[in-house]
């Protein structure tokens, strides 16, 4: 079952390009990395590191230290219901945690095939109406009123 906390890793080069991700079981759904926490007691940040891998394979150790950034918020949301078959019986809620990460402007993406299917740099503001989840798109505005 999975743990109804995660991350959110808005990933961002220097120009302010954002990335978005398609996921593979849900055609025109645009993202940023997400996922869940292995363990109830997982570091936030070294959750966000392995979903940035698993899912893009960029190794966040390979960067320096100030590139993953912890945004210090925290949104709670509603599970959509064809989704919820994966966390214990009752659960409907999700904390999710926000993340941001600069990336070199060379980095390549290597997606996981069974997650996502393709992939756009994209400028901010488009990359943030392109995303499905609205709290995803708010999530990169804070991070460039932020700079």
């Known amino acids: 079952m999975k743990i109804p906390i995660s991350v959110l890793?808005?990933?961002?080069?220097?120009?302010?390009?954002?990335?978005?991700?398609?996921?593979?079981?849900?055609?025109?759904?645009?993202?940023?990395?997400t996922g869940s926490l292995?363990?109830?007691?997982?570091?936030?940040?070294?959750?966000?590191?392995?979903e940035v891998f698993e899912e893009t394979g960029i190794a966040v150790v390979r960067l320096p230290k100030e590139a993953l950034q912890n945004l210090h918020h925290h949104?709670?949301?509603?599970?959509?219901p064809e989704w919820r078959f994966r966390y214990a019986p009752g659960v409907t809620r999700n904390i999710e945690h926000w993340f941001a990460l600069e990336v070199p402007d060379s980095t390549s993406i290597t997606l996981a095939p069974r997650e996502h299917v393709a992939y756009e740099w994209l400028p901010y503001e488009e990359a943030a109406k392109k995303c499905f989840s609205r709290s995803n798109g708010d999530a990169i505005l804070k991070l460039f009123s932020a700079n």
Do not use: C
């Not at 120009?15 to 759904?29: T, W």
């Not at 292995?38 to 392995?50: G, N």
């Not at 949104?75 to 959509?80: D, H, L, Q, V």
């Open 38 to 50: 292995d363990t109830l007691d997982e570091d936030l940040a070294l959750a966000a590191t392995r």
């Open 9 to 33: 890793v808005v990933i961002y080069k220097s120009n302010r390009d954002v990335l978005l991700i398609e996921r593979a079981d849900r055609s025109g759904f645009w993202q940023s990395v």
């Open 75 to 80: 949104i709670e949301y509603e599970i959509y």
